[in-house]
């Protein structure tokens, strides 16, 4: 019973279901329970300082918001749920690390409860309706035109569910003890999560970079293979031309490209004055529009508070990665280069990914820290 309610909590709180037709985030019932183990998280000076990041992003960008006038409350709003978000990240990452530890294999069942869900999703219309309430009321419009193109898992949507999944079975690997039938599947996974967003190719791509340079010479030319297949015999109209478009557009033109890449090549925006690129212009949205129309994150957060903003942004998302490095130099053991190799995956895959959209480091980086820690010492003797 409790391994069930375990696993409950985790799929309730990994990747942020939101309850249908609203966006308030489902897990925000389910963390006071934990109230116990959120103090003994908080304790600990990691979490304070990661907290003390986000109040000074928060806090830096309303002085940003009153500097300008400060009439659009849409963005205040929008600050406030990226406030929000980091927030309830933590918190979220200090129950994760809890249930992890109760249970290590609770994380691979996650991944495999999702992983089913994805293929169903892309072969079946009502399940992908079904899932597709859980991505909030902002997202639904959005993404309920998406199903054939598409797949989703719960809570696993668009570029921020790829980029959850992949951090999730990376973390698997590099925690524990995997053999050949784990790897199996975990590889059938990471694949699945291509088909929620193209973006996943570029965070398991890091991964393979890092851990093995002939795997990902052997991947480089299977995709090779597979596109150019695809450009003699396949059709642009399925689902599987969404993740080899870039390989069949290179044997059809000699370019790689996507056609939202170019829609993003588009869309980059940077501030035309010395005082944009100093205080921004206090804009998320014009008359409920992207500022700008852009929707690229590394545009809007410089467009928004300048060149400080953005990099403050980036400083307090980065934390967890250089604590989690830090506290790595202290273990000795086998396992030492391979977490290394994680939370770097995780910081190069966060800056890769913001030039798509707005999205914080995510909850994995924060577990990844926190294991690293529970593996030094305990929390009184650490801190």
């Not at 892309?122 to 993404?143: M, N, W």
């Not at 998406?146 to 921020?160: A, E, N, S, T």
């Not at 699945?192 to 393979?208: D, G, H, K």
Request: with cysteine.
């Amino acid at each position: 019973m409790k391994s069930l309610i375990n696993f409950f909590s985790l799929i309730v709180i990994i990747g942020f279901p939101r309850f249908p037709e609203s966006d308030i985030p489902l897990c925000v019932v389910l963390l006071p329970f934990y109230w116990r183990v959120l103090i003994d998280g908080f304790l600990l000076e990691s979490i304070k300082r990661s907290l003390f990041c986000s109040m000074a992003v928060f806090v830096y960008g309303v002085c940003v918001w009153l500097i300008h006038d400060a009439s659009d409350f849409l963005d205040f709003k929008f600050l406030f749920v990226l406030f929000a978000k980091c927030v309830l990240t933590i918190c979220s990452a200090i129950v994760v690390v809890e249930l992890i530890c109760r249970n290590k294999k609770i994380l691979l069942i996650w991944i495999c409860v999702q992983s089913i869900l994805i293929f169903l999703s892309i072969g079946s219309a009502p399940v992908f309706d079904f899932l597709v309430l859980f991505s909030g009321a902002a997202g639904y419009d959005v993404y309920s035109q998406i199903g054939g193109l598409r797949g989703i898992g719960f809570g696993v949507v668009h570029v921020y569910g790829a980029y959850t999944i992949v951090s999730a079975c990376a973390l698997y690997i590099m925690y524990e003890h995997v053999n050949f039938f784990k790897k199996i599947f975990l590889i059938a996974s990471l694949l699945l999560s291509f088909f929620v967003a193209r973006t996943a190719l570029i965070v398991a791509a890091v991964l393979l970079i890092f851990k093995s340079t002939f795997r990902f010479l052997v991947v480089i030319f299977l995709y090779y293979c597979a596109s150019y297949a695809f450009y003699l015999y396949g059709n642009t109209d399925s689902i599987l031309y969404q993740i080899l478009e870039p390989g069949v557009n290179y044997f059809g033109s000699g370019e790689i490209y996507t056609a939202s890449t170019n829609a993003n090549l588009e869309m980059i925006k940077f501030p035309t004055d010395l005082f944009g690129w100093l205080a921004g212009y206090g804009k998320f949205f014009d008359e409920g529009l992207f500022f700008e129309n852009t929707d690229l994150g590394y545009s809007r957060l410089t467009l928004y508070g300048g060149i400080g903003f953005l990099n403050l942004y980036l400083i307090a998302n980065i934390y967890p990665v250089v604590k989690g490095w830090l506290l790595v130099n202290k273990i000795n053991n086998s396992s030492k280069d391979d977490y290394k190799i994680l939370l770097f995956v995780y910081a190069i895959s966060f800056l890769v990914v913001n030039a798509k959209g707005i999205i914080d480091i995510g909850l994995f980086s924060y577990v990844a820290m926190l294991l690293a820690q529970k593996s030094l010492v305990s929390v009184r003797q650490y801190e």
